[in-house]
């Protein structure tokens, strides 16, 4: 098993390795995060002149804060994959012995991983230099804090999946701008990154919650900010779950189609 | 007259080589625009009130600031890629060519489907004016045009400031996003509702909120705070005032690199 | 001005640059030195119009810079020059009209739609008129055998293909000068006589001005009479190109086939001898012994099956001169 895995962990360990390169460019997206968090919260602020009864000012600014630093875990640079199958160098890595897919999930993953990591710690500490009432909150509990990240883990799997199937949508059409670029679009409005999920109106919630790219980051958000009774995490991770193995079949399968296109086109 | 033509005709065809992605492309700019109505719907529908602003005086501005802001991308998308085009050394091509370099910069990546985001803007403009029972006068009308084309002028010189920038430092370039795409998100919602130093900065230093605000909200009949008539008429010139200072940047660059290349 | 006849002219021509090395640090922006690199220095010459020049030198040498100086890409740091009165990056529009360019890495043409449609745009950018580019069109189409490929996007072209694409979009405006960097490389043999071809006929009714950078020496002989060799930065020799043959190129080499084991005997002075893939290679200098002497010693070791004359070699060429003058 350890053997078998062994080609996918490296591919890992490399892609993570080559993300702490970007530093500069961490820097600027982390700017860009930080002042669009901060007009974000200038609105709600405006906005929220009276209670309103199921959100908070102070809930939105965390949740508006959670988004933009876990922004980079949304999306995927397949910038490299693109250049690969236009330029037909794609073919050397189809003779590599390992599964496409699995390679460039690991890929993905490490680069959200650490592309997250570098640009959330360095925001955290921005935090105390903004006006209190602007600031993210620390999670409701200890608790909430466990299920926020349980939750994070398993959204940083399902949109990986949701990654690698715009990825197989961009090789099959050979377009890396149009489609990943609508994808990437619907993707960040329904993951709730242009608008928090939790003000839509009420009788929408349940619709928004259990579309698919609301496991990205909505789910765990929510759980940051309150702890969930044991029954309502199990099924909000089940959900996840769920949404996780239907699109990693779907863009498996995806993937497995296309790579025999490409090598019976074999340019 | 007939280079401009054609050359925008060229992109067309070239775009429409890859037939889905043409589609797509069309797509995802409207989605874009819809994505930022469909919040401010969501929004509206909550709150009802931005700050004074009563939600439908909101989508007028909204709707004013996507029009200037997809007019812009629409001739300007060439000064936002242009880090590419300096790496790729495709600047020396321009440079060789008998023809302005910013027309050439602007007509390379002219892109006309943009333009079709323009009427996710206008139908909210007209939506908004017709709910908040405007009269139209020529004067009135003259005056929302030209504080639109200020706009699209202010927006056009913060790209072309960030063009000027690749031929110093690529990686600086962010910094002058926060400008330009941070403008756009800023001033779609009436500028008083921010903060003063967010407010100064896209009033004073990216003249945004100058061009744009200042009169819509006259138009709307709820004028800023710090209104006076005189300002006015003066608006609509502060874009083009603007923009002729930013082609100074823009022409420090291009001496510099042809100053400092190999 | 004395110099209003159409020519192009260089007076002490000198282009520094300063390049910041990589610093440390996260943003490598500490730490940085900046070295000044002299590009380009002192560099003066004149060339009439009508003449073919060839542009030669090692890479780094200077070569680019001098023809981004004189296409006014760039701006001196020094000296200056002109091309037919006007100074190029302060002209920059009417001094490009006149200039066709062939810059062999790098297209000027648009990827993804027909070159027919590049064609047209070119026509537009360069405010050509209908009829006058529909003939020239006609006439670079039947030069350069384009004709079937004008409704090709670029992209699905050859390389050769691609070249000849690329010279007929530098030809359509009639360009007075004409700046070629390595328009060969990469061709096959006939790509290149056809390239060659159109390159003189183009010099010979137009009296086109053609600057050549190359490192083809075939491209050389066959098109430049004149050649001028720049090593770091310096012009180090503007004159004839069969003159600087005979200074430099002067060692032979004689690459011989036998059927058979040849018998050399005792090498006379000057004669060097080595094996490769089957062949014998022999070296000398013409000026140390007589070519007829080589000869008789080669029949006479054995029965010849071929024998070929190496082609002369720039880099061999310019070692030579850098070994001369000691850079």
């Not at chain 1, 939105?60 to 876990?70: D, I, K």
Request: hydrophobic share 50%; aromatic share 8%.
């Amino acid at each position: 098993m350890r053997k078998r895995l062994k080609p996918y962990l490296s591919a890992f360990r490399l892609r993570a390795l080559l993300e702490t390169q970007y530093r500069a460019a961490a820097l600027g997206g982390m700017a860009t995060q930080l002042f669009f968090g901060i007009v974000l919260c200038c609105v709600y602020s405006a906005l929220f002149t009276q209670g309103q009864a199921d959100v908070t000012l102070a809930e939105t600014v965390s949740y508006v804060w959670l988004q933009q630093m876990l922004f980079r875990a949304l999306m995927a640079s397949e910038g490299e994959l693109m250049e690969q199958i236009l330029d037909g160098s794609i073919a050397y890595t189809l003779l590599r012995p390992v599964h496409q897919h699995t390679w460039w999930m690991f890929r993905t993953l490490a680069q959200k991983l650490v592309g997250v990591a570098m640009r959330l710690l360095p925001m955290l500490l921005c935090m105390p230099l903004l006006p209190p009432e602007m600031r993210l909150s620390l999670p409701e509990s200890p608790l909430a804090a466990a299920q926020f990240l349980l939750s994070l883990g398993c959204g940083f799997l399902c949109v990986t999946q949701i990654n690698l199937i715009t990825m197989a949508v961009s090789m099959r059409t050979l377009d890396n701008r149009g489609i990943s670029g609508l994808i990437n679009l619907v993707m960040m409005f329904l993951c709730g990154n242009i608008i928090p999920l939790t003000l839509f109106p009420p009788r929408l919630q349940l619709l928004m919650r259990f579309q698919p790219f609301a496991q990205a980051l909505d789910a765990p958000i929510r759980m940051y900010l309150h702890a969930q009774p044991p029954a309502a995490f199990a099924l909000s991770l089940a959900v996840q779950l769920g949404w996780t193995a239907a699109l990693w079949a779907l863009s498996r399968q995806m993937w497995n189609t296309n790579l025999r296109r490409i090598v019976i086109q074999g340019g | 007259m007939r280079y401009i033509f054609h050359a925008v005709r060229m992109n067309l065809r070239a775009a429409a080589q890859y037939r889905a992605s043409f589609l797509m492309q069309s797509v995802a700019q409207l989605v874009m625009t819809g994505c930022d109505l469909i919040a401010l719907l969501v929004l509206i529908d909550r709150f009802r009130h931005m700050g004074r602003w009563e939600g439908t005086e909101v989508m007028f501005f909204f709707g004013a600031m996507q029009i200037a802001f997809a007019l812009t991308e629409c001739f300007g998308r060439g000064l936002t890629t242009f880090s590419s085009v300096i790496r790729k050394g495709n600047f020396d091509t321009l440079l060789l060519r008998p023809r302005p370099l910013l027309l050439q910069l602007s007509l390379n990546a002219c892109d006309p489907r943009r333009v079709g985001t323009v009427a996710v803007g206008a139908a909210a403009l007209i939506v908004s004016s017709l709910r908040l029972g405007l009269v139209w006068t020529p004067g009135r009308l003259l005056l929302l045009a030209l504080s639109i084309a200020g706009t699209v002028c202010t927006m056009a010189a913060l790209f072309l400031l960030e063009a000027a920038f690749c031929f110093f430092s690529v990686q600086s370039v962010e910094l002058i996003n926060m400008l330009t795409y941070g403008g756009r998100q800023v001033c779609q919602y009436p500028a008083d509702i921010y903060p003063a130093p967010l407010q100064l900065l896209f009033t004073w230093v990216a003249p945004i909120v100058l061009c744009l605000h200042y009169p819509v909200s006259w138009l709307v009949g709820k004028p800023m705070a710090d209104f006076s008539p005189f300002l006015l008429w003066l608006c609509p010139v502060a874009g083009p005032a603007f923009f002729a200072l930013m082609t100074l940047a823009w022409r420090a660059g291009v001496r510099r690199y042809r100053g400092t290349g190999s | 001005m004395t110099q209003t006849a159409a020519a192009m002219t260089a007076e002490h021509l000198s282009k520094t640059y300063i390049r910041r090395t990589r610093g440390r640090g996260i943003l490598g922006l500490t730490g940085r030195e900046a070295v000044q690199v002299k590009a380009l220095q002192d560099v003066s010459f004149r060339m009439e119009a009508g003449e073919i020049v060839g542009l030669i030198g090692p890479n780094g040498a200077g070569k680019s810079t001098m023809v981004k100086l004189l296409t006014g890409i760039l701006t001196p740091t020094g000296g200056s020059c002109t091309v037919d009165g006007l100074i190029p990056w302060k002209d920059r529009r009417a001094h490009v009209r006149r200039l066709g360019t062939v810059f062999g890495q790098r297209t000027q043409l648009w990827w993804d739609v027909p070159i027919r449609d590049s064609y047209a745009l070119l026509r537009d950018i360069y405010a050509l008129r209908e009829d006058r580019w529909r003939r020239r069109l006609g006439e670079l189409t039947d030069a350069l055998d384009l004709g079937e490929l004008l409704d090709a996007p670029l992209r699905q072209l050859s390389l050769g293909q691609r070249m000849r694409a690329e010279l007929c979009g530098s030809l359509l405006h009639e360009p007075a000068w004409l700046f070629l960097d390595e328009p060969t490389i990469g061709l096959d043999a006939v790509s290149k006589l056809k390239l060659r071809d159109v390159l003189r006929e183009e010099n010979r009714t137009r009296g086109t001005g053609i600057l050549l950078t190359t490192h083809d020496m075939d491209d050389m002989l066959a098109l430049c009479r004149r050649v001028m060799v720049l090593g770091h930065g310096r012009l180090l020799y503007d004159g004839g190109l069969q003159e600087l043959l005979q200074r430099y190129d002067r060692e032979h080499t004689l690459r011989c086939v036998f059927s058979g084991t040849p018998r050399f005997g005792s090498l006379p002075q000057g004669v060097a001898l080595r094996q490769e893939e089957g062949a014998w290679l022999l070296t000398f200098l013409p000026g140390q012994i007589p070519v007829r002497e080589v000869l008789q010693l080669v029949l006479a070791a054995g029965e010849l099956r071929e024998m070929t004359l190496r082609e002369m070699n720039v880099d061999r060429m310019i070692a030579g001169m850098y070994a001369e003058m000691s850079l």
